[in-house]
């Protein structure tokens, strides 16, 4: 069997230091050094084989991060790892304290298209980097090649309510595929839209009127968050298309990162895809012309295997059905705490599924740095990173889909 370890990690604004990100923010030299230190041991503790990371603004950073990673990963081994002289060194606690170096590794980024280098307005893009290489190269999903129109009809009737149209994603898609184990893998990692609201700067002005806080808007900054979320789910449907262009394909698909949003939103159901109903049997036919005219039993078999077998798993979930555990957050804000990055799953890696070709061994959370602000230490905690990390460690059981 084939064992491996995926792991989705929203680093919080990785750039180096005198770089003005956002407007007036900016890492001194010490900041950027504490947060390199936190990050390098972050990623030291997962060991992770595959991470997919979010908010990385520059690559030199990231490769500086995974750099001083390996020199401490060096050092522990030394200090952990019996030489080939010892006669225990094959006991199994020291492969668990093995670590293995990034020398070798792939590593993707994906900038992003909004980002021009100016000074206060730059904009984060992604990296995946994989310990198992890449098989071709890497995708970048950000510019549409032809705009995406939603249409809208006007409840109540048929006339035309307009569409929402959008051009391009607010950030990047990066898609890998990974060999494992005779199978090859294929990734996504994203981060969609926030929920900080759009707004919309009149023309001549400096600034959008709802960004006036002394002028409070209640209504205009609902309207904000509106178009937030409609471009979330927009851009939760694209990258949507594109997980299904794969599965059809026949690949195993493995989804990752900062989606913006708990497993029960719409944005998050977009991705993942309907769950089947139990019995589509006792459901009225779409085309019914009596109140008898429901599916066929054979009809129901036909609907749940169209519905299922293009359905993510959640390996959040998948976990807490299996450990009996309540509690997962990634993220912890003025007293909420809540999962918004996600590993999501094709059925390949359904145990439930009879031609499964992995399982999930157990789902890892590194969140004991969130606080939701009221600490001493939360601005602290606030430079590493203001998200949690998450595992899955897999293990393939069959080398044919």
């Known amino acids: 069997m084939t064992r491996f370890t995926i792991a989705s990690f929203n680093v919080k604004n990785l750039i180096g230091p005198d770089r003005e990100y956002y407007k007036f923010q900016v890492y001194t030299p010490e900041e950027y050094a504490w947060k390199l230190d936190w990050m390098a041991d972050q990623l030291l503790t997962m060991d992770a084989d595959v991470v997919g990371f979010q908010e990385i603004f520059e690559e030199d950073a990231l490769r500086e991060v995974i750099a001083e990673t390996d020199r401490r990963g060096h050092e522990a081994n030394a200090a952990n790892i019996p030489g080939p002289g010892k006669r225990y060194r094959r006991k199994a606690i020291f492969r668990k304290l093995s670590y293995t170096p990034y020398t070798s590794a792939a590593l993707a980024f994906a900038p992003n298209m909004h980002d021009t280098g ?22 970048i ?4 090649d032809a705009p995406l129109d939603i249409p ?6 048929d006339e035309d309510a307009g569409c929402f149209r959008l051009h391009r994603l607010s950030r990047p898609i990066l898609k ?11 990734v996504f990692n994203c981060h969609l839209k926030s929920k900080l609201g759009e707004y919309i700067t009149p023309k001549g002005a400096e600034y959008a009127p709802e960004a006036v806080l002394s002028a409070y808007d209640p209504a205009g900054r609902a309207m904000g968050a509106l178009r937030a979320a409609l471009r979330r789910m927009a851009e939760a449907w694209v990258l949507r298309r594109a997980i ?3 599965i059809d394909q026949g690949h195993p698909v493995m989804v990752l990162g900062d989606f913006n949003d708990g497993e029960h939103a719409v944005s998050s159901e977009i991705i993942s895809g309907e769950i089947p109903f139990h019995n589509y049997s006792w459901m009225l036919r779409h085309d019914a012309k009596q109140s008898s005219d429901r599916y066929t039993r054979e009809e129901n078999r036909l609907i749940t295997e169209a519905v299922d077998r293009v359905r993510l798993r959640s390996a959040e979930k998948m976990f807490l059905r299996k450990s009996l555990r309540d509690v997962v957050y990634t993220t912890a804000f003025g007293g909420v705490h809540e999962s918004i990055d996600q590993i999501y799953m094709s059925r390949h890696f359904d145990p439930s599924w009879p031609k499964a070709v992995g399982r999930m061994q157990y789902f890892s959370v590194f969140n004991d740095h969130l606080t939701d602000g009221s600490h001493p230490e939360a601005p602290y905690n606030k430079l590493a990173s203001d998200h949690g990390q998450i595992m899955a460690h897999m293990e393939l059981v069959s080398a044919s889909v």
């Not at 000074?119 to 190269?137: C, H, M």
């Not at 999903?141 to 549409?144: A, K």
């Not at 890998?176 to 294929?186: A, D, H, K, L, M």
């Open 118 to 139: 100016e000074p206060g307005r730059r904009r984060p893009g992604l990296a995946i980097l994989s310990r198992l290489g890449f098989v071709g190269a890497p995708e």
């Open 176 to 186: 890998v595929r990974i060999p494992v184990g005779g199978q090859v893998i294929t």
């Open 244 to 246: 299904l262009e794969e």
């Open 152 to 157: 809208m009809a006007a409840l109540g009737g």
């Open 141 to 144: 999903i950000q510019n549409l």
